[in-house]
């Protein structure tokens, strides 16, 4: 048997089984982060559909701090007048 066939036979019987291994694996977590990144654009998609009330939400706020800082304005005027 001549080299050349000696290391056809080594190619296909050894490194081309590696190869096609190796191979599987790499697809299998090409497979596993395609489906994580699905999930992740399907949770970004719902979160979308909650951000719809932002601005409504965002009044309420601007209201309640506006409550707040009077509240806070009359109270420290009613201290300034026992303390002073």
């Keep these: 048997m001549s080299l050349w066939a000696i290391g056809n036979l080594v190619l296909l019987l050894v490194i081309v089984p590696v190869l096609v291994a190796l191979l599987n694996r790499v697809l299998g977590a090409l497979e596993r982060i395609r489906g994580a990144a699905d999930d992740a654009l399907a949770g ?10 932002t601005p ?23 201290v300034a007048k026992l303390l002073g």
């Design 56 to 78: 409504a939400l965002l009044e309420t706020t601007d209201a309640v701090i506006a409550d707040v800082a009077n509240g806070a304005v009359r109270y420290a005027g009613s």
């Design 44 to 53: 970004g998609v719902a979160l979308i559909g909650e951000l719809d009330t």
